[in-house]
């Protein structure tokens, strides 16, 4: 598997509250992504990077930000947490364009 | 933005049969199409993929077809065992400019009935 991993892999929060998901990975790759998976949607793109500082929106970026401040760190912050955002997180990286995107294990949030 | 469609959302078929999995896209600017499997409680890991100039790829038991023109792609899988249960996603990605952007279907569970 490639070098990726995902912190917490759990997480039971409040809502209104901040929450701070990390993903960290040992490839180098210049691009990263965070996904959010939920029944009938598939996989939807959060936000993505394209290399230090460099960010942009996905399709539902609503509620989230994130930043890269080392090529091997992602970080997604939910500033105050919703219901509507209890999902399954994924991080994600590519090396390239149009390669083969390498997952990781997933974050399980809960927001009560 | 690009719009993924994917069909069927569930599949169940007998062990050796073939399964068949059709997504279709929106954007004529894709050019990439990957495919992923996903197990239960697992990460999502590629299992096929094919770029925009070629028309079929095959790995073993597991085939893809692209119709550029129709803009549709599909997956087939045959002789299917029980541990090919789990969830596959298609994806249409356009690479341009220093990024990639991926638009998933919303996943299809294949259930191999033994």
């Known amino acids: 598997d490639a070098g990726i991993t995902q912190s917490p892999r759990h997480k039971v929060t409040e809502t209104g509250t901040p929450v701070t998901l990390r993903c960290h990975q040992t490839?180098?790759?210049?691009?990263m992504y965070w996904y959010r998976q939920d029944p009938g949607h598939g996989l939807r793109l959060i936000h993505y990077?394209?290399?230090?500082?460099?960010?942009d929106k996905g399709e539902v970026s609503d509620g989230y930000s994130v930043s890269r401040s080392k090529t091997e760190d992602f970080l997604l912050t939910l500033e105050s947490a919703t219901s509507s955002q209890t999902s399954v997180y994924f991080c994600?990286?590519?090396?390239?364009?149009?390669?083969?995107?390498?997952f990781g294990q997933g974050t399980r949030l809960t927001v009560v | 933005g690009e719009n993924v469609e994917q069909h069927p959302s569930t599949l169940s078929v007998q062990e050796g049969d073939s399964a068949v999995i059709k997504c279709t896209y929106s954007?004529?600017?894709?050019?990439?199409f990957p495919w992923y499997k996903q197990e239960l409680g697992k990460r999502p890991q590629l299992i096929i993929d094919?770029?925009?100039?070629?028309g079929e790829k095959k790995d073993q038991r597991i085939a893809v077809t692209l119709n550029k023109t129709a803009k549709h792609f599909s997956l087939h899988i045959t002789e299917t065992q029980p541990e090919d249960s789990a969830v596959y996603f298609c994806?249409?990605?356009?690479?341009?400019?220093?990024?990639?952007?991926?638009?998933f279907g919303i996943g299809t569970k294949l259930q191999v009935i033994p």
């Open positions: 954007d004529s600017a894709s050019n990439y």
């Open positions: 094919i770029r925009s100039n070629v």
């Open positions: 990077s394209y290399g230090v500082k460099d960010t």
């Open positions: 994806a249409a990605s356009v690479g341009s400019g220093g990024y990639q952007k991926v638009t």
């Open positions: 994600a990286i590519t090396g390239h364009e149009n390669t083969e995107a390498f």
């Open positions: 490839e180098n790759h210049r691009y």
